[in-house]
Each structure stands twice: as structure tokens, then as C-alpha cells.
């Protein structure tokens, strides 16, 4: 989902704890007006969050050639992004005793197999979430398919794994619409209704979760594509139902209130969400990612890199 966002609006969200804390707001808006000059993007909404000031401001506009100017309330799609929402909810599930990491996804999902047989049996909660089933992407079997996310899910399982089991990164997206299959169990109103409750609502975020939602949202950005006259507008990914893997659509406001919350112990406004070491956990890096000549290429300054349970994690620069 991540490739949707090239040469569209961008929203840049930017963890600065250990900035200086008096932000140079002229110099900000020098690189940010420059960056979106040099990538031909319409607009960016950017929050940067230090431990005691925000910058948070919106550039551009919404559609090209339009007059609709981004703001701090702009809605973007998350997309992949979302990913972190569902590890969190099922980290609140394991505070809550309702399961474990290492849980056999059959203990939650009967219906749920991978094609390989010592991987259907072993498959854990925790390989949904840190892509290493050694299942390959497979994306259309979820991008515009003509089925719902129960039959994509029943599809991977026919797929054969293009790697060992546990001891390959391989980017998959329908293993996190099974995480969230998971989640849903424990809520009368599914995935949707858990994050909402345990999650959006406690931090304060009123994110759209399809795209139907965003219907009644006058404020959104535009997704854009590159054209014979630099960026155009291009028609919008439908997704009616709410989706585990990529279908959360939010605002830098609303940015800055998570990105604060993960940066910290597990509580918010001294109410406790989750326990410090189960958000910690869905920092920690799990399954390497190999430098091949790609990642490299799009990684310049870092030397290892790695995906958490919903995160990569890199160093920059050492």
C-alpha cells in the first residue's frame, strides 16, 4: 500500500524528541515548500514532535489546481500506516489476557491455513504481524478484487510460501486483515468497533475507517499521479469495508496524538491504554530486512533494517 503514495499528497509525520525545542519555523517551511518543489507534490501536512513544543502546519493544496489549502485538519489515507493500529489493539488484548504473541493462530481462527503444512500448524499472532510467514505479497488478491476480506484470507491459503517459514521477509497484507480478524472477536462491533473504542476514542482521534466515511468530510486530500504537466488528480480507492491492513484516513491533528502516545510509556493523559512493555513490544524489530540493492537504493544512510510488529525500525546515520 505504501507505493500509493508516490507522487501524491504526502502527509510526513516526524518523531523530534531529541530536537532543540525552539523549532526555526522559516526554515521548516524553506525545506518543506522546497521538498514539495522537487517531488512535484501539491501539498503536505507536517507535524513535528518534540517533548515539550508541536509544529504542526499544513502546505499546498488538496488538488491540483485547486484553491483548497491543506491544513492541520486535512484527511489523508494512512494506508499501510494503519498496520501499527492493529498491532496496538492486539497488544491491548494481550494486557487484557485475551490471547498471547505466540498464540497458534488456529486458536483464534479455525478456519485460517497457510498452504505449507509445518507453517499452518506453527503460525503464531505474532508471525501475522512481522511478515515472515514466507507467504509473497499477492496483492490482488486483495487490491480491487471483486471479494470481501473473509475470501481473501481463505485465497492465501492456497498460495505456496516463496520462502522459509519464519526466516524470510516477505510483505503481506492479508495476514494483517487475519490479525484483525482476531481482534474482531473480542468486540460485537469487529476490528472497527475495538480500535475505535480502546484506541481513538481514548486518545481523542476521529479518523474515517473506509472511504465511504470520507463522504461526508469536506477536508481531504487527493491522491495525484504524475501526468504530461507534473501532478494530476487520479480517481480514489474505494474501501467500504474497514480494514485491519491499510484503510484508517486521518488528519496531522490527529497524527499528533498517536505519534505522542507511541513515543511514550502506554498511557495517555495518566489513563493507561497499555501496558509499557506490550507497546514496546510492537517496537521491537522482529524480522530482518535484507539490504539487497532496492533497499539500499531507498535507504541510503542506513545500515540495518528491520519490521516490528507494524513498524520498520532502521538507524539513520548511525
Known amino acids: 500500500m505504501s507505493s500509493w503514495f508516490v507522487a501524491a499528497i ?23 515548500q522546497a521538498s514539495l518543489k522537487a517531488w ?7 507535524v513535528l514532535v518534540g517533548s515539550e513544543k508541536t509544529h504542526l502546519k499544513g502546505y499546498g493544496v488538496r488538488a491540483a489546481g485547486t484553491n483548497g489549502a491543506i491544513t492541520q485538519d486535512t484527511v489523508f489515507p494512512l494506508a499501510s500506516c494503519t498496520k501499527a493500529f492493529t498491532s ?26 497457510l498452504a505449507d503444512p509445518n507453517a499452518d500448524a506453527l503460525v503464531t499472532v505474532r508471525d501475522l504481524l512481522c511478515h515472515r510467514t514466507g507467504v509473497g505479497g499477492h496483492d490482488l488478491l486483495w487490491y480491487r ?24 521477509f516477505a510483505y503481506q497484507s492479508i495476514m494483517y486483515m487475519a490479525a484483525g480478524k482476531i481482534v474482531g472477536k473480542f468486540h460485537p462491533k469487529g476490528w ?52 485491519p491492513s491499510g484503510s484508517i484516513h486521518t488528519s496531522a491533528c490527529d497524527l499528533e496524538k498517536w505519534l505522542r502516545f507511541q513515543l511514550g510509556d502506554g498511557t495517555w493523559q495518566n489513563k493507561r491504554l497499555v501496558k509499557a512493555e506490550n507497546l514496546e513490544e510492537t517496537h ?10 532496492v533497499a ?7 545500515v540495518q533494517l528491520s519490521y516490528a510488529m507494524g513498524w520498520i525500525v532502521q538507524d539513520y546515520r548511525g
Request: aromatic letters at 4%.
Open 192 to 243: 472497527e468497533g475495538f480500535v475505535r473504542e480502546r484506541i481513538l476514542e481514548p486518545l481523542g482521534m476521529k479518523p474515517c475507517l473506509t472511504t465511504t466515511a470520507l463522504d461526508k468530510c469536506p477536508n481531504v486530500a487527493k491522491g495525484h499521479r504524475l501526468g504530461g504537466d507534473g501532478a494530476e488528480v487520479m480517481p480514489g480507492y474505494p474501501i467500504p469495508e474497514p480494514n
Open 10 to 32: 504526502g502527509l510526513l509525520v516526524v518523531a523530534a524528541t531529541s530536537m532543540a525545542q525552539n523549532f526555526d519555523q522559516e526554515a521548516i517551511d524553506r525545506e518543506v
Open 40 to 46: 512535484n507534490v501539491p501539498g503536505a501536512a507536517l
Open 284 to 293: 521491537k524489530p522482529h524480522t530482518i530486512i535484507p539490504m539487497n540493492e
Open 145 to 168: 478484487a471483486p471479494w470481501g476480506q473473509d475470501e481473501a484470507i481463505r485465497r492465501i491459503g492456497k498460495m505456496p510460501l516463496e520462502g522459509p517459514f519464519r526466516s524470510t
Open 88 to 113: 496496538l489493539a492486539l497488544a491491548i488484548l494481550v494486557d487484557d489476557g485475551k490471547l498471547k504473541w505466540d498464540d497458534p493462530v488456529l486458536k483464534h481462527l479455525p478456519d485460517f491455513h
Open 296 to 302: 539500499k537504493a531507498l535507504n541510503p544512510d542506513t
